[in-house]
């Protein structure tokens, strides 16, 4: 993979999450750990430990987009290690856990173990606030063997898990739910020691965990974004904004049915609205707030290989020169929905 883009997303000292815009790779593999590395690739992979980092591979990659990679630093020690199927690294103050499902009839029953068993992982290694998930996953608006859309199938059991976990875990965090090219389902996570976090909704979108029956027997089980407050910092305004994976919906509604550009232009407004001070204020984090511009580590999903000229035309004015983007062509979570955004501001 020879014109795979290095994504640096994390420098030292990481303790604030912030990822490098200008990569000194040397520096970070002297003084930091590595707690985790995706790559999106042209096939899919179990996750494994490679120069003691964890590391997942997932089938983003195809003729329309380049393959990508997305690096999680850290400056503090890190301990790596395996747990059953999944690998995970952890430094005293944030864990990273992968873990792939390959494919199923039917989702429920192994998502929900899935999940159960990441989130104990989670809760018996000390790190119970979640900060962001991404959820993966394969043909994800195509039927199992029932007939039963695979994304509502996963959502039920992801909602089953969090609902055993809920006094554990009583705050959705930032989450993605993307499609990819492979079957089955890549799930991973940053989670964080107790008392930085703050999971934020967005005054323009009804909160997934509420979405009405049409989309699913169980909602999705997700915050709009996460802030979270920076290691060692007296204030509580400095801090990293994780921004869910956002799409062209207005209360639960999709709206601009078939139109790639209204829906990327909605989408920005969207996220405007997200990390905007007022919005942040609301959520009692003080004196934080961001501009679109500000959005940073931005991953684009687009469903259809024909719209990524228009979506990354929009994108190019919407964002500054030397922002961090990188465009997948996989399917989205809902029949209806041509583009998703997420990033991060810091
Ligand atoms: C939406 O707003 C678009 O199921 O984890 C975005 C972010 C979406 C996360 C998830 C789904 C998820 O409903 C889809």
Redesign the pocket.
Known sequence: MSDSRIRDRIQGPWSSLTPCTTPSRTADAVHGGVLGRITFAGMTGDPSLIDGAPHLITHMANASVHPAEEIWRTSLPVQAGVAGHAVYAEDGEHLFYAVRLGPQDAYREPVRDLYETALKFAWDHGYPELIR?W?LIGDITGANADGLEI?RDF?TGRAEAFTTWQEQFPHLPA???IGTLSPGVDLCFLAAKPGRAVHVENPR?TP?YK?SSRYGKKS???ARATFLRDLHTPGKSSGSLFV????S?LGDDTVHIDDAARQTEETLRNIEALVSSDNLRRHEVDGAGFDVKDLDQIKVYVRDAEHLPVVQDICASAFPADTDIAYFNVG???PD?LV?IEGVCR
Do not use: W
């Open positions: 998930m959820n994304y959502c989450a993605t739910g979108q997934a979405y999705p089980s997700f869910s994976g956002t799409a919906i989205v979570c809902r929905l998703e």
